[in-house]
């Protein structure tokens, strides 16, 4: 999930105000000034989320692995 994440916020940087550009041409001066600082926000938050992903699923794993060694700790005590 944090991969996917990574690769949505890595096409948002690619996809960013810079592609709308020519489509708005002079007129969409203003938008395209609000837009730049909007999706900037956005790649970050998504970056951000991406990262937080990866640290709970690596906390994640390790507490699963600490569990099967108190569980056979356990069990190896119990014989």
Not at 25 to 49: K, R
Request: net charge negative; glycine share 6%; charged share 5%.
């Amino acid at each position: 999930m944090a991969t996917e994440l990574a690769a949505a916020a890595a096409a948002a940087v690619a996809t960013g105000p810079a592609m709308l550009a020519p489509v708005f041409g002079l007129i969409g001066t203003e938008f395209l000034a609000a837009f730049t600082g909007v999706h900037s926000a956005h790649a970050a938050a998504v970056s951000s989320l991406s990262h937080t992903v990866a640290s709970i699923g690596t906390a994640a794993a390790q507490s699963s692995a600490e569990y099967d060694l108190a569980d056979a700790a356990t069990a190896a005590s119990l014989l």
